[in-house]
């Protein structure tokens, strides 16, 4: 469906506050995500990291411990078409494991769906979700 209000909307990115920008960083590329663009230095680094298909995350280096212990979001979710492959890299790259991957059928409407889904959680206690829809 069409928005009439926002006129050709998109995603574009999601924006992370880190204590460790460089281990952030090290971490995601582990996934495959490329940098994109850089700016600004120390505390005032910016990086945009491509996710493989133009969706940003955008990793900022003034996250201290200021923000939510929670974490910066409550969960970013990646769809993908392995669900375990992505949950096995993330906990090599130094993810922390929060749910392994699972099958989860919804009582939803107005049809029916099983999802697979996997969190692990990040350098910055933000949680990654990796996602599917199976049926």
Known sequence: MANEVLKNPG????????????KSLEMYK??????KVRW???EGLIVMLDI???DIIEFFAD?????????KWQHFAITTEDVELAYETA???????????????LNSSPEKMTIQVAFVKGNDNEQLEFFKVIE
Do not use: Q, W
């Open 91 to 105: 906990l090599k790259a130094g993810f922390t494991s929060l749910t392994p991957p699972k099958a989860v059928p």
């Open 30 to 35: 582990a996934l495959g995500m490329t940098e």
């Open 11 to 22: 995603f574009h990115h999601v924006a992370l506050r880190c204590k460790d920008i460089e």
């Open 52 to 54: 493989g298909n133009g």
């Open 40 to 42: 600004g230095e120390n």
């Open 63 to 71: 996250g201290g411990d200021k923000y939510a212990e929670e974490g």
